[in-house]
């Protein structure tokens, strides 16, 4: 089955491919954010052995549902003859009008011969996966960093255990609002000019944060900057699915955005390290510096890619 960013494009109507990926890859720091606050709260009652048992029952249960409930990919159905009835069907669901003996043909997917990694680096897509590559790495790079180490850094600048909560938590929340937004003015104005811009400011809001001192008696100001770094960087990283997803056609759509996303989790693993070694170094000036530069290389890496959406 594609990952849910491929499924979801080719299961949309094509101007609302930015925001129905937007809004399914939203939940994963929407997740994040509900997780947190309930382990606060439940971890001293149940334990950390609950928590983790919650974590993995909760994933198997959606599993099942979902097995039940989600669709299959239209062109991937329309592709074989034999699934042509549930296509049907499917289709009759999402409000279509089609007859029983209905033919399907696809004539809005480029043709790629094989559905295997060598197809992204032939001639047409060699830039934009090599660049989405980059951009997913650095981004992801930035993103954890901050879920990893905003906690950290907060608490050992002097704030309460609630207080660097509530920072994390304003990271996160202001990427869920970042993220629907990015989805919203991608499908008006395309994702050159959106994402850029995103990406823009925050680099800005890093840079400021790199140039404050931490302190809880500008509390109020330092979650007011999370906030907007937050939003803007995972607003970022959510719609960079929507973005390869739309790069690439039918056929390779599951192998680009899942080789993207791979490559995305190498960076993501090495904020573990690169945070810690950026608040050892010079603590939150050289941290925040970091996510500059990582997000710096992101607004490199997304005004190379070719094939951004278009405006309306």
């Not at 973005?243 to 080789?259: D, E, K």
Request: charged letters at 10%; hydrophobic letters at 55%; aromatic letters at 8%.
């Amino acid at each position: 089955m594609p990952n849910a960013a491929a499924l979801v494009a080719e299961s949309v109507p094509l101007r609302q491919r930015p925001i129905a990926v937007t809004v399914t890859i939203v939940c994963v720091p929407l997740g994040a954010t509900i997780a947190g606050l309930l382990g606060i709260r439940l971890l001293p009652l149940v334990g950390w052995r609950m928590l983790f048992l919650a974590g993995g029952v909760v994933p198997l249960a959606a599993a099942i549902v979902l097995w039940r409930l989600l669709p299959e990919s239209p062109r991937f159905l329309a592709r074989d003859r034999s699934r042509w009835p549930e296509l049907v069907r499917l289709l009759r669901r999402m409000g279509h009008r089609v007859d029983d003996g209905a033919t399907f043909v696809d004539s809005t997917e480029r043709a790629v011969e094989r559905a295997s990694i060598r197809s992204l680096f032939g001639s047409d897509f060699r830039v934009d996966t090599f660049a989405l590559w980059g951009a997913f790495f650095c981004c992801l790079l930035a993103v954890y960093s901050g879920f990893s180490w905003l906690t950290t850094l907060l608490s050992g600048a002097g704030f309460n255990p609630s207080s660097a909560n509530t920072g994390i938590t304003a990271f996160n929340l202001g990427g869920v609002a970042g993220a629907l937004a990015g989805g919203l003015v991608i499908a008006r104005a395309g994702s050159r000019v959106s994402m850029l811009s995103m990406t823009a400011v925050a680099i800005i809001a890093a840079l400021v944060l790199s140039r404050t001192t931490l302190s809880p008696a500008s509390g109020v100001a330092i979650i007011g900057w999370l906030t907007l770094l937050g939003a803007m960087i995972n607003g970022v990283q959510t719609t960079m699915y929507a973005l390869a997803a739309h790069v690439y056609p039918g056929p390779i759509r599951a192998t680009g955005v899942g080789t993207a996303v791979a490559f995305g989790r190498i960076g993501a693993i090495l904020s573990g390290y690169a945070g810690s070694w950026a608040i050892g170094y010079h603590g939150s000036a050289s941290f925040f510096g970091l996510i500059a530069t990582a997000m710096l290389a992101t607004f490199i890496a997304l005004a190379i890619v070719k094939r951004h959406v278009a405006a309306r």
